[in-house]
């Protein structure tokens, strides 16, 4: 309910920013990637295009850094407020994923140059939830790229935690400080 009423409140926004990205760089204005879903299922994920279609990885293996030459102006504003993400709301609505819970990772996504599953340990336990818009990990700084293997254990630790504490309480402690952090400024590149 709450991802429909955010989608018809948004709408302006959305098809706004679906022009200005359309109008900016050749190329659809959105962005679909396979990514893990709840239970090891495979889910078509949506995004604003933030990246030229000719230098993107579809397969999301090749994670973005700051400063990435992949990712266009317009990009650039969109991830670092995290607009991007916004048309998750929709598969939200789909059911395929929630507003909290451990960020969806692409298929075969490295970290600190390993696939996550040889990196860390009971990898897939993340993946008994159904998978977030925004989680614990990215809330407590674990945002962004994971080039250190010390960096990509403790985001999974922290969707685990989240997991093993999930309360409405936490899922409302959690939206509150992503919206606090994007509106200070966001920490997305």
């Given at each position: 309910?709450?991802?429909?009423?955010?989608?018809?409140?948004?709408?302006?926004?959305?098809?706004?920013?679906?022009?200005?990205?359309?109008?900016?760089?050749?190329?659809?204005?959105?962005?679909?990637q396979?990514?893990?879903?709840?239970?090891?299922?495979?889910i078509?994920?949506?995004?604003?295009?933030?990246?030229?279609?000719?230098?993107?990885?579809?397969?999301?293996?090749?994670?973005?850094?700051?400063?990435?030459?992949?990712?266009?102006?317009?990009?650039?504003?969109?991830?670092?407020?995290?607009?991007?993400?916004?048309?998750?709301?929709?598969?939200?609505?789909?059911?395929?994923?929630?507003?909290?819970?451990?960020?969806?990772?692409?298929?075969?996504?490295?970290?600190?140059?390993?696939?996550?599953?040889?990196?860390?340990?009971?990898?897939?336990?993340?993946?008994?939830?159904?998978?977030?818009?925004?989680?614990?990990?990215?809330?407590?700084?674990?945002?962004?790229?994971?080039?250190?293997?010390?960096?990509?254990?403790?985001?999974?630790?922290?969707?685990?935690?989240?997991?093993?504490?999930?309360?409405?309480?936490?899922?409302?402690?959690?939206?509150?400080?992503?919206?606090w952090?994007?509106?200070?400024?966001?920490?997305?590149?």
């Amino acid at each position: 309910m709450v991802s429909l009423c955010a989608l018809i409140v948004l709408a302006p926004l959305l098809v706004g920013v679906a022009l200005a990205v359309k109008a900016t760089s050749r190329g659809p204005a959105f962005f679909s990637q396979q990514r893990w879903g709840k239970d090891g299922q495979k889910i078509r994920v949506y995004k604003f295009r933030s990246m030229y279609t000719d230098r993107c990885d579809a397969t999301g293996v090749a994670q973005t850094t700051e400063d990435d030459p992949r990712v266009t102006p317009l990009g650039r504003v969109l991830r670092k407020t995290s607009i991007d993400e916004l048309p998750q709301l929709y598969n939200v609505l789909r059911g395929d994923m929630s507003l909290v819970g451990p960020r969806c990772h692409a298929i075969g996504m490295k970290a600190a140059g390993k696939l996550y599953e040889e990196l860390v340990p009971g990898y897939h336990a993340r993946h008994t939830v159904r998978p977030g818009i925004t989680g614990l990990a990215q809330v407590r700084g674990f945002r962004g790229p994971t080039d250190t293997p010390s960096v990509s254990r403790a985001r999974i630790a922290y969707d685990l935690q989240y997991i093993r504490s999930f309360s409405i309480w936490l899922d409302m402690q959690i939206l509150a400080l992503t919206v606090w952090t994007e509106l200070r400024g966001g920490k997305g590149f």
